[in-house]
T-cell receptor, first 115, second 114 residues
Framework: GENVEQHPSTLSVQEGDSAVIKCTYS??????FPWYKQELGKRPQLIIDIRSNVGEKKDQRIAVTLNKTAKHFSLHITETQPEDSAVYFCAASSHSGGGADGLTFGKGTHLIIQP | DTAVSQTPKYLVTQMGNDKSIKCEQN?????MYWYKQDSKKFLKIMFSYNNKELIINETVPNRFSPKSPDKAHLNLHINSLELGDSAVYFC?????????????FGEGSWLTVV
C-alpha cells in the first residue's frame, strides 16, 4: 500500500516569511495529492490539491509542486500570517482501487507563525 | 446545512461499554469513510464503503463494526471499549471517481474511554 512521509513535524517561522512543507510517497500509481489544514479542535479541511498531470498549482499565497519522477510534493505558503498557524497534512491516493481507496495521510506538520 | 454530520461530538464512557457514532452526508457522494486520529494527530483510515459495500477494512479490531444502511449513512459501532480506543473519529465522504477523490470530513467525534 501507499506510504506518505512528511517533514518537518514542526515548523516555526516569523510572520511574513515563507513556509515549506515536504512530502514523499511510495506508490507510483498515486495520482492525486491534496493538502489539508487542521486548526485546533476542528476537522481537516482541504486547502489545495494537485493531480499527476500538473507540476505546479497556485492559489493566492498557497502553492503546491509535484515531482512525479522523484515522488515528491511540497506545500509553499508565502507571506505567512498568524491565522496560518495549524497542523497541515499532505495525502496521496490512487484511483486504481476503484475510487474508494481513501487517502493515505502524512503524519502532519505543526506550523507555528511567530508574531 | 452541514455536508457531513456526525453525532455525538463528545463521548465519555467506561471501559467495556458498547457505543455507536452516527454519520450522515447530504452531498450525494457514493463513498464514505471512517478515519481515526490519535493523540499524536495521525490520521489513519479504518473503513471505506462505496454504495453501501465495504471496500477497505484496515487492520482494525473486530470490536469495530461499521454499518451502512444506505449510501448517505455510515455508522460506527464499537464493542467492549478499551482505553486505547480514546481518539477522535472522523467520518468522511468523497464524490464519484470521475469527479475526483477529494475527501470531505465531518466535525469529528471525541471519544474518551475511562
Amino acid at each position: 500500500g501507499e506510504n506518505v512521509e512528511q517533514h518537518p513535524s514542526t515548523l516555526s517561522v516569523q510572520e511574513g516569511d515563507s513556509a515549506v512543507i515536504k512530502c514523499t510517497y511510495s506508490d507510483s500509481a498515486s495520482n492525486y495529492f491534496p493538502w489539508y489544514k487542521q486548526e485546533l479542535g476542528k476537522r481537516p479541511q482541504l486547502i489545495i490539491d494537485i493531480r499527476s498531470n500538473v507540476g505546479e498549482k497556485k492559489d493566492q499565497r498557497i502553492a503546491v509542486t509535484l515531482n512525479k519522477t522523484a515522488k515528491h510534493f511540497s506545500l509553499h505558503i508565502t507571506e505567512t500570517q498568524p491565522e496560518d498557524s495549524a497542523v497541515y497534512f499532505c495525502a496521496a491516493s490512487s484511483h486504481s482501487g476503484g475510487g474508494a481507496d481513501g487517502l493515505t495521510f502524512g503524519k502532519g506538520t505543526h506550523l507555528i507563525i511567530q508574531p | 446545512d452541514t455536508a457531513v454530520s456526525q453525532t455525538p461530538k463528545y463521548l465519555v464512557t467506561q471501559m467495556g461499554n458498547d457505543k455507536s457514532i452516527k454519520c450522515e452526508q447530504n452531498l450525494g457522494h457514493d463513498t464514505m469513510y471512517w478515519y481515526k486520529q490519535d493523540s499524536k494527530k495521525f490520521l489513519k483510515i479504518m473503513f471505506s464503503y462505496n454504495n453501501k459495500e465495504l471496500i477497505i477494512n484496515e487492520t482494525v479490531p473486530n470490536r469495530f463494526s461499521p454499518k451502512s444502511p444506505d449510501k448517505a449513512h455510515l455508522n460506527l459501532h464499537i464493542n467492549s471499549l478499551e482505553l486505547g480506543d480514546s481518539a477522535v473519529y472522523f467520518c468522511a465522504s468523497s464524490p464519484p471517481l470521475l469527479s475526483g477523490n477529494t475527501i470531505y470530513f465531518g466535525e469529528g467525534s471525541w471519544l474518551t474511554v475511562v
